[in-house]
């Protein structure tokens, strides 16, 4: 089979391109995108949200377990926490997740700052394909989620495709 004649280069990312790692400041990201103060931190949103996805099929799968895990140290917003702090922030989560039962989703989504709803939405994505399925219980949950999110479909229908891309490799 032969290559397509492609370029050597696209020069698409050069752009996005930083000098250095920029320290990452979560005090001064809710400070200026909160959607509103619900009561939640930023980082226990967030954790909120990717267990609910996690359990969207009404069970937490091992495989989704670690794929939490592999993104809370690759995240930011998770990474930058003390081990003590993250381990509050998840007591912080179950706790309020158990008490607010009909509400807690919807208030984690509320905290989120607006340009951090399509990434957590396509971790969500990838949480729940990590089993490799799209089940119907967990696509609901996602078609319930995006709005909370403000998503639009077209762009929770773009990064559903890319992921089950991603899932089949």
């Not at 702090?85 to 997740?97: H, I, S, T, Y």
């Amino acid at each position: 089979m032969a290559l397509r004649n492609m370029p050597d280069t696209i020069n698409v990312f050069q752009n996005f391109a930083v000098e250095k790692k920029s320290p990452f400041d979560v005090d001064r990201l809710a400070e200026r995108f909160r959607h509103r103060n619900t009561g939640w931190t930023i980082p226990e949103a967030f954790m909120g949200i990717l267990f609910a996805a996690a359990m969207a099929d009404g069970s937490f799968t091992e495989e989704e377990g670690k794929t939490i895990e592999m993104l809370a140290r690759r995240s930011r917003a998770l990474s930058s926490l003390s081990p003590a702090d993250l381990a509050n922030a998840n007591a912080n989560v179950n706790k309020r997740f158990k008490e607010r039962r009909d509400t807690a989703l919807q208030e984690c989504c509320e905290t989120l700052p607006v340009d951090m709803c399509l990434p957590v939405f396509a971790h969500c994505v990838d949480i729940i394909l990590s089993d490799g399925e799209l089940l119907q219980g967990e696509a609901e949950f996602l078609d319930r989620l995006a709005p909370k999110l403000d998503i639009e479909a077209d762009n929770a229908r773009r990064v559903m495709e890319v992921l089950l891309l991603k899932a089949q490799y």
